[in-house]
């Protein structure tokens, strides 16, 4: 070889190394051993209802994995595309090309309210639905949203006390106060205990709140991605 073969040859060989290293088939994908953090753009209501039992199968079939929970904001399908979140958790939206959606929950809505409230007494009839003030979840700062939509095809309305941005909020406000909240069930079933509330039955049909699971196609072949969203799907199977 000549000097410049030889000056060379240190260099090449661990390019030579790397490139092999970057083309070589991935190692079997293990959960039981992966220390990956997963990174889901999200609001609180999943964090509530779907982020406990996810933590839950995470613990039994992969105590070293971790998740991120993060604020759903307008970044997020560039996100998705460059890696930055691994999935988004919301109702199903238009979020650009690439995006795959798989549905994770399904969940109607109550009313909840503190015990003894007046509207316990006969059941929540349409009539004490609009007599009764109201503490509306507003995460946009909307002044009305679905309960006031199917009242106004009744001809009727209510009156909203106050605004606050989150179904976890909307509760403990009801718990202390004479204000109805109108929540998810699955919301409701989780805070009733704790905060003494009371569900009640709609005199009004609302559409459901469904909540999906979105990813970007580029991580369709990723074996550890494809186990976490085998753990969403058997979330959406579970009762």
Do not use: N
Not at 77 to 103: F, K, M, N, Y
């Amino acid at each position: 070889p000549t000097p410049r073969a030889e000056r060379l040859a240190s260099p090449l060989r661990a390019a030579l190394e790397a490139l092999g290293r970057a083309v070589a088939p991935p190692e079997p994908f293990s959960p039981e051993a992966s220390t990956r953090t997963w990174r889901v753009a999200t609001a609180d209501y999943v964090v509530a209802v779907v982020l406990p039992a996810l933590m839950a199968r995470l613990a039994a079939g992969a105590p070293g994995m971790g998740v991120i929970a993060v604020p759903l904001t307008g970044a997020a399908a560039e996100d998705l595309a460059t890696g930055a979140l691994d999935a988004v958790l919301c109702p199903q939206r238009e979020l650009g090309a690439g995006i795959v959606w798989s549905r994770v929950v399904r969940d109607d809505f109550v009313g909840v309210c503190r015990a003894g409230h007046p509207a316990t007494r006969q059941g929540l009839t349409l009539e004490a639905l609009c007599a009764v003030p109201h503490v509306f979840v507003a995460p946009a700062g909307q002044a009305t949203g679905i309960v006031d939509e199917a009242l106004a095809r009744v001809g009727r309305s209510r009156r909203i006390a106050v605004r606050v941005p989150s179904f976890l909020a909307a509760p403990a406000v009801a718990s202390r106060t004479d204000l109805l909240a109108v929540v998810p069930r699955r919301v409701a079933e989780t805070l009733a205990g704790p905060l003494g509330l009371v569900q009640l039955e709609l005199p009004l049909t609302l559409p459901a709140l469904t909540v999906s699971a979105g990813w970007h196609e580029r991580s369709r072949k990723d074996p550890g991605h494809q186990w976490l969203r085998r753990q969403l799907a058997a979330i959406a199977a579970a009762p």
